[in-house]
């Protein structure tokens, strides 16, 4: 067969070519001329010489993208590899055979039309991504380009007109199918028996059957060798050793709680008992797998501390180990390794979902990781989460606990691997201040958390989701409401307040892990009742691999564990009741005035009519910051105690700590306020109240001690991400596939930075920048956002943003006015001027937006017509309307110009009850304000913040909603959990006008909740001393919530009782 690009014998009825590539093994089989051009470039991609910017291909280990493939994809220059044939006699076009014994490297005129091409396929894909455009839409599109767009003969050669061409283009620049698994879960043949294939034609261990269950796995290696081929992505990926003095060998040092303020990842516990992954100055011993497991498919590893504790270690050589798993010996020699900063930890999730509209038909899940080496602002978007797999869901065994192992096995091995063996990478980026360069690297990885919904993580890690011990970090056992109920509830909450449940441990749940998995049916319900594990989790394997804790780095995200669970069932049950007016409730809601930024996304509406519709961000902001004022008076008051303490922990969780990070003291008060719910609305609405996911809110603060502020690892971001996956055009028939390889074309366009972080100019030009910096003004919110990023010393004081019409766009100040902006500036501004200097036509603008602590925000964004704290009269905090929003430009007495900012307020006053004294909101500590005649020019530096003013029924006064406040108003900063009391405790008791009293229990009544007491008072003779003495032998009755704590100290002689603790 003559080897030749132009061909029309009758193999084919077009004009065609005889491809002889070794890649995709054609053997002269006649393929289109353009298909011919992709197949001899991939069979060439071996031989490039590549200069520093060229991509980097390997045939055996799959196709990579290097550091700057995107650079040159835009160049008008490519070096081109063409195969020719020294002994042809003509150089005529039409003569083009080739003769592979013969080659050597040319610069063909070829290349630019292949920059070109590719330019143009990557440049497409991003809209077909965004339109959600099937392949044949995509195909139909490159054909019509072929035949009425494109003129040129050499061109239309080789321009793809199909997907597989394609897909020739995309492996260029690191494109790489996902890999096609092959599952076998015959529940009839073998339960709880499951095998995976890579190749059609393998046949199931156990049965004998192919796998009928597709899997399509988009393994963790490729991405890694994508991240570091891109500089934007070394750097991100540094962000955690760029803070290393917040973790780095922290706990070794004895900060057992970790950095004081909480906001990254890194700031807690657990990053820092991984230093030594991190540091490359010492060395640490590897684990091993079993050799004999191994060739048994099956991964058991054997960890660190079993080879250090095996005979001979100590001399260096090899050693004898004794399988846990299969029990053989073999022999070992320990290896070791250093750490290194490039090392990734990874967030991981799974979570299921319906890709249709229609519920009950087919379910699919996702199994997908984020990197938590990178700062959360960068990291908590949807395009920063990377897919792992998708599993269809539909087709695996129902009530069979390991239906997730087969999709998990492919993830656990690629962890394996690369912690053992590591993996190798192209290290594009020099960073000389961290002492990082570029070149070959061989980089680990390791999963640090999994996150996700109570039901997911059970799932995963194989616990009980309900049932008589259902939570992971404590032997709680629960309770039945009626015999023979298969729910249980696990009350006792004030108890266990002051008795905790105990703990559970790794080493301790392994074996009953082990017992649930060997067991089936009856005997696999005893265990699973008794233990609370449905079986051993695949995640066990990390825990021989580097120490994962299955029980402990499984948390709960809060999107679920507040919004979606607690706030959820709290607003049910209210719709239940029959004594509440829901008219007035939805009167309310209908008036709240959400701030533009509140609106910007979802929102709640319809508290009757709509509340199933609505999701955790309807939730979360209906409970803060709406909720207070909408449902005070409105229910009754026992639910409204028990409701505010949720409002308190969604506060603390969405607003204030997210925004400030989370201290010591905010952590132990969140503690406090969920043990406090869990009694309240145990002792107010039953046993019935209290769920699982209301017991696992106590275990919040030992998830941010350990992994830092919630929104490390709640899952708005990764949930969010599922609207791309079925917003893709699909035939309904096997979505997974199709699911799979969009999101690795949309990863490999990402890393090109044709996503998110396109090619794109400047916001500002230089010049742009400069004049904005003087003039603190802009004409879009965005690139408001872009000067403070680049100027933030020159914006400080906040920029001018938009500007109003011709006609109202000046506005002339009064004299008094004049004044008072004159003196600030000469004594604020530091600008020395005359008064007379000063015009009195200023420039309107429509908002001004206040840098935040951080250039990357958060800011304040304030419109003219919105309400504001400002910080005024010695720092107090006073609240206004703003009326107008001025620029003025003054000169010096150097004639030097300068422009200030200055809102023109009208502010409110603090209303006044009957007798006097400040008014607050009914049932809240919320200010009641009226409008004042006073109308002030106050300085932009003294914008604080935004506030909400609600308004007051039947007044013109309004309740001030101070929702973006640093910290919690002073009557939510003390909670006291309720106290459990005993005979002979000596407690503090508070009485009234929060006058607190020293006495002894001498009595305890639980069906009335109240206890005898003894008051006891400082002894006259030493005041000062601690030294208490009875009052008198008479006993008092108080309430048990009178109780506030209970306090230490000693008997001495004489009756008298020495206090050791504080008293307040």
Same mark, same amino acid.
Request: proline share 4%; net charge negative.
């Given at each position: ?6 061909c029309?014998?009758?193999?084919r009825?077009?004009?065609?070519a ?21 197949h001899?470039?991939a069979?060439q991609q071996?031989l490039?010489?590549q200069s ?6 390997n ?15 835009g160049?008008d220059?490519?070096w ?13 076009e039409?003569?083009?055979s080739?003769?592979?014994?013969c ?5 063909t005129?070829k ?17 077909k991504q965004?339109q ?14 072929k ?6 003969q ?5 321009w793809p ?14 494109y ?13 043949e073998?339960h ?13 261990r ?5 796998g009928?269950?597709d ?12 991240w ?13 050793w760029?803070e290393?003095?917040?973790?780095y060998?922290s ?20 990053f ?10 010492k ?24 080879i ?15 399988c846990h ?7 070992h020699i ?5 750490g ?12 299921g979902?319906t890709p ?7 379910s699919?899940?996702v199994?997908d990781v ?6 959360k ?18 087709k695996t ?7 997730l192992d ?33 070149g ?30 259902a939570?992971?970090r ?6 039945q ?10 009350g006792?909450?004030?108890?266990h307040?002051?008795y ?9 749940s ?7 998995e060997?067991e ?13 594990f ?8 990390l825990?021989?691999l580097?120490?994962?804790?299955? =029980? #402990?780095? +499984?948390v ?6 507040? &919004?979606? $669970?607690?706030v959820?069932?709290?607003l049910? !049950? ?10 007035e409730?939805?009167?309310?809601l209908?008036i ?9 996304s979802?929102?709640?509406?319809g508290f ?5 519709y ?6 979360q ?6 909720s207070e ?5 409105a ?10 303490l949720?409002?308190q922990?969604?506060?603390?969780v969405f ?6 990070g989370?201290?010591?003291?905010d952590?132990?008060l969140f503690g406090?306020?969920a ?8 002792e107010t ?9 209301e017991?696992?809110? =106590? #275990?919040? +603060? ?7 502020? &919630?929104? $490390?690892?709640?899952?708005f971001?990764?949930? !969010?991400?599922?609207k ?9 028939k ?16 990402q890393n ?15 010049d ?5 910096k ?5 004409s879009s ?11 933030l ?14 006609k109202?766009?000046f506005h002339n ?8 902006v004159w003196?600030?500036v000469?004594?604020?501004?530091s600008?020395q001027f005359?008064?007379?200097k000063?015009?009195?036509i200023?420039?309107?603008?429509k ?10 925000g ?5 419109r003219?017509?919105?309400n ?9 905090e006073?609240?206004g309307r ?5 620029s ?9 110009e300068h ?11 603090q ?6 004294l ?15 005649a ?6 932009s ?18 309740i001030?909603?101070d929702?973006e406040?640093?910290k919690l108003?002073?009557?939510?900063q003390?909670?006291?959990?309720p ?7 000596m ?7 929060d006058?607190?009293?020293l ?6 009544q639980?069906?009335e909740?109240?206890v005898?007491?003894h008051f006891?008072?400082?002894?006259p ?5 601690k ?6 032998s ?10 506030t704590k209970?306090?230490?100290?000693s008997?001495l ?9 504080t008293?307040?």
């Open positions: 067969m003559p080897r030749t690009t132009s029309r014998c009758n193999e009825s077009y004009l065609h005889h491809c002889f590539c070794s890649i995709y093994g054609c053997e002269g089989k006649a393929v289109s001329r353009s298909t011919y051009h992709h001899q470039k069979d071996p490039l010489t520093e910017n060229e991509t980097h291909f045939s055996e280990n799959e196709s990579t993208a290097d550091t700057s493939i995107s650079a040159s994809i160049d220059v490519e081109e590899v063409d195969y020719v044939n020294t002994n042809r006699e003509n150089d005529q039409s003569d083009t080739l003769d592979v014994s080659d050597r490297f040319v610069q005129d290349q630019n039309w292949d920059t070109k091409v590719v330019d143009a396929i990557l440049n497409a894909l991003p809209m965004s959600g455009d099937s392949i044949k839409s995509f195909e139909d599109w490159l054909r019509w380009a035949d009425f767009v494109i003129t040129d050499e061109l239309k050669d080789i007109t199909s997907w597989t061409e394609t897909e020739d283009i995309l492996r260029r620049v690191g790489e199918s996902p890999k096609h698994y092959y599952i076998c879960m015959n529940d009839d073998h709880r028996e499951w095998d995976i294939m890579e190749h059609p034609s393998d046949k199931c156990y049965c004998g059957q192919p009928d269950i899997y399509y796995y988009l393994g963790l290696t490729q991405k890694i060798k994508r570091f081929s891109n500089k934007e992505m070394c750097s991100n990926m540094l962000d955690h760029r290393k003095e917040h973790w060998y706990c070794a040092r004895g900060e057992t709680r970790g950095w004081p303020i909480k906001k990254e990842l890194w700031d807690g516990t657990r820092s008992e991984y230093s030594w992954f991190f540091d490359a100055t060395r640490y011993l590897l684990p091993t797998l079993c050799p004999y497991c191994k060739d048994c498919q099956i991964n058991t590893v054997i960890s660190a501390e079993m250090a504790a095996c005979d001979g270690f100590d001399n260096g050589s090899s050693v004898k180990i004794i798993q299969c029990r053989k010996i073999f022999t320990p290896t070791f390794t250093k290194d900063p490039r090392n990734i930890v990874y967030i991981a999730h799974w979570d979902f249709f509209e229609t519920t009950g038909g087919h699919t899940g199994l984020k990197i938590g080496n990178i700062a602002r960068k990291r908590n978007h949807t395009d920063q989460v990377y897919v792992v797999g998708f599993v269809p869901s539909s065994p129902d009530d069979t606990p390991g239906f087969p999709f998990l096995t492919p993830l656990i091995n690629e962890i394996v691997e690369g912690f053992i063996n590591g993996i190798e990478v192209n290290y594009s980026a020099d960073f000389p201040d961290l002492n990082i360069e570029s070959t690297v061989v980089v680990r990885h390791l999963i640090m958390l999994w996150t996700g919904d109570h039901p997911g993580q059970c799932e995963v890690a194989k616990f009980k989701r309900t049932g008589k011990k939570c992971r404590c032997h709680i056992c629960g309770k409401a009626e015999e023979g109920s298969p729910h249980y509830y696990y006792g909450c004030r108890y307040a002051r905790k449940w105990p703990r559970r441990t790794m080493e301790e392994l074996h009953h892990m082990k017992e649930a060997e089936t049916g009856a005997a696999w319900k005893r265990i699973s009742k008794e233990s609370g449905t079986g051993l989790s695949k995640l066990t394997v825990y021989y580097y120490g994962f804790d299955v =029980l #402990h780095d +499984t709960i995200d809060l999107m679920h564990g507040l &919004p979606m $669970n607690p959820k069932k709290h049910q !049950r209210l719709l239940q009741r029959k004594d509440i007016n829901f008219a409730i939805e009167s309310r209908s709240f005035p959400w701030t533009p930024e509140l609106k910007a979802r929102y709640p509406t009757t009519s709509r509340l199933g609505w999701k955790a961000e309807d939730y902001k209906f409970a803060f910051p709406a004022v909408i449902l005070s008076g229910i009754p008051d026992e639910d409204f105690l028990c409701w505010k949720l409002v922990m969604i506060q603390m607003s204030c700590c997210r925004n400030t989370w201290t010591y003291e952590i132990e406090k306020v043990w406090r719910h869990n009694i309240i609305s145990e609405f039953g046993l019935a109240a209290c769920v699982i996911t017991h696992n809110l =106590l #275990h919040v +603060t030992e998830d941010i001690y350990r992994f830092s502020a &919630p929104d $490390n690892f709640w899952v971001d990764l949930e !969010r991400a599922v791309r996956y079925v917003n893709q055009s699909t035939n309904h096997n979505i997974e596939k199709t699911y799979s390889n969009n999101e690795v074309r949309r990863e490999v366009l090109l930075h044709i996503g998110r972080h396109a090619k794109d100019s400047p916001i500002l030009t230089e742009e920048l400069e004049t904005a003087w003039a603190k003004q802009v919110l965005k690139q408001g956002n872009y000067l403070i990023l680049h100027a010393p020159n914006t400080i004081n906040g920029i001018a943003v938009g500007s109003c019409s011709k109202s766009g100040i009064t004299q008094q006015q004049q004044e008072d003196e600030d000469t004594h604020n501004e600008i005359e008064i007379s000063l015009s009195n200023t420039k309107s603008c908002s001004i937006l206040k840098p935040g602590k951080e250039p990357i958060p800011h304040v964004h304030c003219v017509g919105e504001a704290m400002f910080s005024l009269d010695g720092n107090q006073k609240v703003i009326n107008r929003i001025h003025i430009t003054v000169k010096d007495v150097n004639e030097r422009v200030v900012l200055y809102l023109e307020a009208q502010l409110y006053q209303a006044i009850n009957d007798s006097g400040q008014k607050y909101y009914q049932g809240t500590e919320s200010k009641c304000l009226h409008l004042s006073s109308i002030k020019m106050i300085n530096a003294c914008l604080l913040r935004k506030v909400i003013l609600y308004p007051a029924q039947d007044s013109h006064e309004y001030l909603i929702f406040a640093p108003p002073t009557h939510k003390f909670v006291a959990v106290f459990y009391p005993e005979r002979n405790d407690v503090v008791v508070q009485g009234e006008n006058e607190e009293w006495g002894r229990i001498i009595s305890v639980k069906d909740k109240k005898g007491v006891f008072k400082e002894h003779r030493w005041v000062g001393s030294k208490y003495i009875k009052e008198s008479i006993a008092h009755y108080v309430d048990w919530d009178c109780i209970k306090v230490n100290g008997w002689t004489n009756g008298l009782w020495q206090l050791n603790d008293f307040n």
